[in-house]
């Protein structure tokens, strides 16, 4: 869902993932931090996916880090399906 706040030229767009993140997160016993920074990551992948205009468009958000808490973390957003 998108709104927008004309008196301060602001746009932006809501998601609500509720169900979907939770089963996401669900699938591993991941320790706090990992847990945290992928319900961010498919937040994130959820909002921008959102703004595909195409049916069947994909978008495939990867992080990787050379050392850190993760080496490599990706998220899939297609037809409105989180992965």
């Known amino acids: 869902m ?3 706040i ?3 030229n602001c746009r ?3 998601v609500r993932l509720g169900p979907a993140l939770d089963m996401i997160l669900a699938a591993h016993a991941y320790p706090p931090m990992i847990r945290d920074i992928l319900a961010e990551a498919v937040c994130l992948t959820a909002m921008l996916g959102a703004l595909l205009k195409d049916e069947g468009s994909q978008l ?3 992080a990787q880090t050379e050392v ?3 080496s490599l973390l ?3 957003y297609k037809d409105g399906a989180l992965r």
């Open 74 to 76: 990706a998220c899939d």
């Open 6 to 8: 004309p008196a301060k």
């Open 68 to 70: 850190g808490v993760i």
């Open 12 to 14: 932006g767009r809501v």
């Open 60 to 62: 495939t958000l990867q």
């Open 2 to 4: 998108s709104f927008a």
